[in-house]
Each structure stands twice: as structure tokens, then as C-alpha cells.
């Protein structure tokens, strides 16, 4: 298959977005996600793809608990900051409203549509992504909503590329 034709299927199923935060050792990260998909009914499972240049994949790799914030069409914002932004040098969390899980996670005050993940497994297939294969722990969803898509972040400039990764010689 063409570049071309993976990226138009891509596009055309147009994913949700959803903002994934973590925390190890009293270090917080967080940022936007659109690799991500349910992979289990009962137990319930959760997947999400972590870019290997990220700071929160690094950060990731040292926790064992996570929170998926399913943004709606309101939260353009939030995408931007934590899609456009990274840890390494910003502190993302700064002046917003969140409180930490008993595990440290931040959970986002402006993001109620939200799920607490506690990780199985991790999958590292040699790609630019990281799989991480979660049981949910929590849910909680105040009511239906709107996602915000992929299409609605296209200008958004990724605060790392998928190619900034370290590659092994
Ligand atoms: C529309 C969009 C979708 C993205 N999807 C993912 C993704 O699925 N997984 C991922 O790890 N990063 C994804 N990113 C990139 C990160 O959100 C971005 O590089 C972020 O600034 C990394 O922050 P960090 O270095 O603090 O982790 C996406 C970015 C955008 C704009």
C-alpha cells in the first residue's frame, strides 16, 4: 500500500484525541494522543501508542499508572498545549486545574470524560511507537460529548517529531 493511501484511510477514520498523563517518582507528564483504541471488553483493556521521542514516553516507561482525558470539540486548547509543548522544558501542568490520583497522575479538571489505566504490558515492535496495554481501573463519564478529532488539530506543530527517537546503531 502507498503512503498516500495509508495516510487518506487514516485520515478518513479521523480519530479522537485524548490527552494521556502519568507520573514516576513525583515527575509528571502528559501529552496529546491519537493512537489509542479499547482492545478487550471484559477484562476491560485500554492501548495507547506512545511516540519514543516524547517525554512522557520516557516518563511512561518508569510508571505503571495512567489517565486518558477523552477531549471534547471545547478543548482545542488543552490539545495545543499538550500536543504543541514538552516536559523536557515546559511545565505543561503549570496554572491549570488538576488533582493528583493516589498514584500522583494529574487528572484534568477541564477533561471530566476520563479513565485511570493501571499498565499490563508494553510492546516496543521496533516503530516510531510504543504500545502500552492497560487494564481500566476507573471511568467516569459525566454525559455524552463531542470528541475534538484529529482533523480539528492538523495545524498543531507535535512538540517532538516521531523521528527525533533514538535509533539503535
Ligand atoms: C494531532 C496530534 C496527534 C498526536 N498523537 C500522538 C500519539 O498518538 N502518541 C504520541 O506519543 N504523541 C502524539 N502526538 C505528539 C505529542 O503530543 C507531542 O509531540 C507533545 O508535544 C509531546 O510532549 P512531551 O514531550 O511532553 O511528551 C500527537 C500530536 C498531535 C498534534
Redo the contacts with the bound molecule.
Sequence with gaps: MSDDAFGTLMASIDPP?IV?TTAAEGER????????AQSSISPQHYC????K???????ALRSAHFAVHFLTDQDAAT?ER???????D?D?FAGLDFELDPHGVPLLGACPHRMSLERIAVLDDGSD?VCITTQVSSASAPGSFEPLR?SD??H???????EERAIQP
Design positions: 484525541l494521556l507528564a502528559g501529552c496529546l494522543v491519537g493512537f489509542h495507547v501508542w506512545l511516540s521521542a516524547n517525554h512522557t514516553y520516557r516518563v490539545a499538550f500536543g504543541t509543548l514538552s516536559g523536557e515546559t505543561k511507537h484529529v488539530a492538523t498543531l506543530v507535535p512538540g517532538h517529531s516521531s
